[in-house]
């Protein structure tokens, strides 16, 4: 049995712990603030209205990049300061600083560094650290090299850092699909092979616009939802796209991808079915179901939240306390419904465009 | 469930106890575990308590001994966030002032407090290699390393 003293013991090594992965993190970051204007390769995104300056030290990343976000040069708020992103590799800088430790775990990281008025992640299967610190308007992401990124990174590159530098308390990003119709749209939300993508890819061949169908940006004005784009690509496999009656060998669609999926930009598949901005004025909860017709009953604003939050939470890292606050947010302002979906892709999205034109059947 | 002996208060564990309520009914996540928990309505309506300051002894007696919700059933349900780490038992005097619509919805509730517990976060966060680490010989060296 632990005694008191071991207890406090281990407590000071978690301390300890605490202090090294803080000291690691901000010499990382001075590193990054030194290195930033030589670095190779820049791109400039506007992401939740916020101007995001990308530094790459391999010019690679920067190409990965460009075909994941959309190019929105906004015109930013005079009094906004641009936020730097660095995403660095030991390879091509091999004086980055190195952890020459034991791989801390992600709830390390994120605590010791919360703790401190950072945030930070640490993916320990790839060995990549994300740092960012809102004071110096400055992230980073080091990795050992570029081709140690993970296989997903490249369908939303350095997703953590610009979570965390374009969030506040009323903006964020969420994962959901979307769908929406003269400026009027709806989440698709739920755990992975419910039938969000397919249900996306099936309302824009149907005519329907959407924001994104994996990753869109949220804003929270008071009682109002609104969703935008910010990438480019959405994703579907060869089965989803011929039950779809699209073949995979057009050039719209590039892969298959590390989960054999075809990523293709869905504005050019369907030109005009990427919108600017959404006002969402439901949540659905997609189920598939052997129904003839498609059909749509109240969800709980609880079933809505666990619908929407573990995939969140799981995809988007390091800032749960507050992403957690921020969907509820989302949910006390917009209806939820199950959508039990029907066989028919066409009918289906028909469903879908009659309940955003009229409301809940 | 006999009360003479006066029952223990419960408060929330810690800061990474986090909750919000939809309509009457709350999901709690717990940050230092990635642990949901999705509460129905009566649940929710303990939980709600609780984190006013009721006492635990006030809420046991409201509920009486009879029905789906009686003392018995509220003690469990205490026990079962105490064991998942939601709460803590606690020495500080509990508020005795119960609102009436509680009572009312212990009363007619036709089935005990459920919670659903959810992990999906958890294998994210629970790696911790400080209990790797061999204290003796002192942090980096891992146990594996230090034998």
Redesign the interface.
Known sequence: MASAQDGSSLSALRERYATKIFDFCQTVLDFADQKFGILPAKLTFNVSGKSLRFGFSSPDYADLCARAYLPEFVQQNSSDRQIRLAILDKVSLPDLPIWSAASPGMGNVVAALAERDLRGAFDPDHFIWYIYDARRALGVQVMPSFDSRPAWEASFPVRLLVHWSARSSTRGMIHAGTLGLNGSGVFLAGAGGAGKSGTTLSGIINGLQSAGDDYVAIEVIGDRVEARPMLRLMKQDATGLHRLGLGSTSRVFEGPNWQEKFEFDFDKLKPGSRTDQLAMKAILIPQISKAQTSSFRPASGREAMMALAPSCLYQLSGSWKEDFSLLASVVRAVPAFHLALSENPTEIAHAIRAFIEKGAP | MSLDSKPVNHVVASSDI?S?E??G???V?D??CGK?F??DETASAIWRAIVAGISTQSLAEAAGTEGAVNSASILEFLEKLVGFGCLTPSDAPGSTSIDSALIQLLATSDKPPTVEV?D??AD???????H??E?ASG??V?KTEAA
């Open positions: 986090v919000e939809f309509d009914e709350f999901v996540l940050l230092s949901y999705s509460m959810f999906d976060l994210l966060i629970m790696a911790d290699p400080i790797d680490v204290e942090w980096p891992r």
